[in-house]
C-alpha cells in the first residue's frame, strides 16, 4: 500500500500528474484571456496614452476644458478678472517662444468665447485684488511613459487656474502636443541666464499645475512669493526687450521684497549689469548666483564647448564671462569651504559612451581650471560625468533651447 494514496486511492504519480495538468490548464486559461479583460487576478487593463494632437489644437483642448469646468460664482453676473502668471517649462521653468505663444492664444481664446472673464495684466496692483490666476505648463515629455524622461517625442500641457481669494486650486486642463513645428527657442532672458538650480518659488508654481487636482490648495511657497514673482515678471519684460536699465531696477527692487531672493532675480541682477558694461556689479551679482547655489547645495552653468572638445567656445560673445564665472566659483567656494563633486553633462546627440566620455573629460577641465584659481580646491572636489542620463529637456536639439542638457554641475557634497 506505499504506492498508494490513502485518501484518493490512486497511485501518488498519478495524483500529482493530474494536479499538474489542471495548473496547467489554469495557466493556459489565464494567458487566453480575451484582450482588454481584467483576467483571473482582477488587475485592470494598462491604459494606453492619449494620442498627441496639433500644438494648436492641443493648446485649445486645454484651455476649453479649463474654463469649462469653471464655478460660476453665485448671485453675481459681473466678469471675474483673470491674470496669467506666464507659463513655463514644466521641469526647468523657462520661458520658450512656445509658452509665450500659448499665453497668446489663451488670452485671444478667452476674449472670443468666454467673456465671463476679464483678462489683466499680471501686476502687483492687480494681484492685491485677488483676482483668478491662470498658471500652466508645457514639458517635453516621453509619450508613452507620460514622464520627461528617455526620447522626448511629444509635449505636456497642464493648465490650473488658481482663486486667491479661496487659496484654492479650482479647474485644470490638460493635453498631449506633437512636436511638430513647435518653437522651442528660450526667450532672450532664459537664453542668457548663466545659472540654474531648482528653485522653491518656480517649484511652487509648477507644483501648482502639475501637481494638483481642483480643491486642493494653492501651492504655500508659489502663493507666498507671488508678489515678488510680478515683479520679476516685469523685470524680465523690461530684459527681453532690452531696457536693460530699467529691468536692473526691477530686479533690485523684486530682491528687496519679502520672497524675491530667488535664482532668476540674481540671474536678472547679473545679466542686465553685464549689458551695461558694469563689470564691478557684474562680478558682485555672479558672486550673489554662486552663494546662493552653494547655499542650495547645487548649481548648474551652461558653459558652451566646441564639439567633441573640451575647450570653450571661441566667439567671445558667449564665452567672454567664462573667466569671471569660474574666478568667482573657484573664490566662493574656497571661501565657503565647500567639497564639489563637478559633473559634466552632454545631450542625447551621439554614442551614448562618447557623451560619458566627453561629459568626465569635460568636467576635469573645469575641476583643474578651478584649482588654478584655487589651489585649496584640489582636494576638495571630484569630477564625475553621467553623459545625456540626466537631460533636463531632452529634445536632443542641440541649440540654445536644450543648452542646460550641456551644463555642468557643481554639486555640495561631504568632505
Known sequence: MKDIDRISGLPKVLSHWLAVTAAAIALSACQLSPPGSSGPT????????????AFDDAVLKA???????VPLPVGSSARQPLVIDPLVDGV????????????QKLVDLVRRRHPRFEVEAFTTANLAQQPLVLVGTFTPINNSAGQPTGERDAFRICLALADLKTGKVIAKGVARARPNGVDMAPLPFDADSPAWTSDPAVDGYIKT????KAGDPINATYADRILAAALINDATNAYNARRYRESLELYRSA??????????????????????KRRDEAIQAYARIVDYGL?????SVKFLFRPGSTQFWADAQISGPYPLWLN????????????????????????????????????QAIKDRLEAAAAELAKRTIA?????????????????SDALDRRVEFKVIGC
Open 42 to 53: 482582477g488587475a485592470p487593463p494598462a491604459v494606453p496614452p492619449p494620442p498627441p494632437i
Open 92 to 103: 526647468t521653468g523657462a520661458q520658450s517662444a512656445a509658452t509665450r505663444s500659448m499665453e
Open 295 to 299: 547655499a542650495n547645495r547645487q548649481l
Open 384 to 400: 564625475s560625468g553621467v553623459g545625456s542620463r540626466e537631460n533636463l529637456v531632452g529634445t536632443g536639439a542641440d541649440d540654445a
Open 209 to 212: 499645475c502639475q501637481g494638483s
Open 255 to 276: 530682491l528687496r521684497t519679502p520672497g524675491g531672493e530667488q535664482l532668476r532675480a540674481y540671474n536678472g541682477v547679473y545679466l542686465a549689469s553685464w549689458k551695461l
Open 328 to 363: 568667482q566659483i573657484a573664490q566662493r567656494s574656497a571661501h565657503s569651504k565647500a567639497c564639489l563633486e563637478i559633473i559634466g553633462h552632454t545631450s542625447r546627440s551621439g554614442p551614448e559612451p562618447l557623451n560619458e566620455r566627453l561629459s568626465v573629460l569635460r568636467a
Open 63 to 69: 484651455a476649453n476644458e479649463l474654463f469649462s469646468k
